[in-house]
């Protein structure tokens, strides 16, 4: 049981009024969401990037949406007070509404979410609007959506040039105007998630959209430096925990090759 308050979502939308910044992390299991809750983070997000990060996929894509309800179970057995957002999977959303709503449904109700997050601007409204309709709580994704990472032609920042700037403003306010509490920013000029940021009357967290963003989110493995497939430009390593587990592997093989482990401490006489 956490110690704080669970975050709810009138207070995420004070934060962004009084200035305050809002933290989120991504989490797929029950242990890094107690950790995540212990150090006070707001948000937690079981996003698909569990594809890349824990099930060794090369993408997001294969992520299935019986993955996403077993990962953001795990979590929400830690009972975090954070706030937890799972990510709708690719194709779990798209081909219909009544799929949209089934699945945010599951996330909810199978998964124990307090809100659904998914990819895409102004196509998925009628989605977002019958998701909100269900009484479930939304967040957008907008930027670099790396669920169609193939039509984007790679991973690379988004909005550069003016006409695809306005896109992605119309596609913040389509949303907003469908129904999400807060809209997830990956990889935009920090100018553009400025304007979209102050523009727009819901939190908005950034990844790679520089730092007037309402809020900040980075993937566990990336920030703990768990992960080193790839390290994009906006990732900061906050630790080096792989090196850590590499010593303190090392080590157990050692003792257990050596003879010196088990010792009298940890046996039973
Ligand atoms: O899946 C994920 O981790 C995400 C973040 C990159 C925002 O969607």
């Known amino acids: 049981m956490s110690s704080r308050a669970k975050v ?3 207070q995420l939308r004070a934060m962004k009024e009084r ?3 809002i933290t989120m992390v991504t989490a797929y299991d029950y242990s890094s969401a107690l950790l995540a809750d212990k150090a006070g983070i707001d948000m937690i997000l079981v996003g698909d990037s569990v594809g890349m990060v824990v099930l060794g996929y090369d993408s997001t894509v294969p992520v299935t949406m019986d993955d996403m309800v077993h990962h953001t179970k795990a979590v929400v057995r830690a009972n975090p007070a954070s706030f937890v957002v799972a990510d709708l999977p690719f194709m779990s ?16 109700k199978e998964g124990g979410a307090d809100a659904v997050k998914l990819e895409g601007g102004q196509e998925m409204v009628p989605a ?19 669920q169609t990472v193939v039509q984007l032609g790679g991973y690379r920042v988004q909005g550069r040039d ?13 949303l907003v105007d469908a129904g999400i509490f807060a809209l997830v920013l990956e990889c935009v000029p920090e100018q553009l998630a400025l304007k979209i940021t102050s523009e727009l009357p819901i939190p908005t967290i950034g990844i790679g959209a520089g730092s007037k963003c309402d809020g900040q989110v980075l993937v566990y493995h990336d920030l703990l430096g768990l ?5 994009p430009k906006f990732v900061k390593r906050y630790a080096k925990l792989d090196e850590e587990i590499i010593q303190a592997l090392k080590k ?8 010196k482990f088990p010792d009298a401490e940890h046996s039973f006489k």
């Open 128 to 146: 977002v609007k019958a998701i909100v309709n269900a009484g479930i709580p939304v967040v957008g994704h907008l930027g670099l959506t790396p």
């Open 8 to 10: 709810s979502l009138p």
């Open 162 to 174: 003016e006409a695809a700037a306005e896109k992605i403003m119309r596609d913040a306010k389509a």
């Open 252 to 259: 157990y093989r050692e003792e257990v090759r050596e003879g």
């Open 93 to 108: 959303y798209q081909a219909s509404i009544n799929d949209a709503v089934y699945n945010a449904g599951r996330l909810v």
């Open 19 to 21: 200035g305050e910044k």
């Open 227 to 231: 992960f080193d497939r790839f390290k």
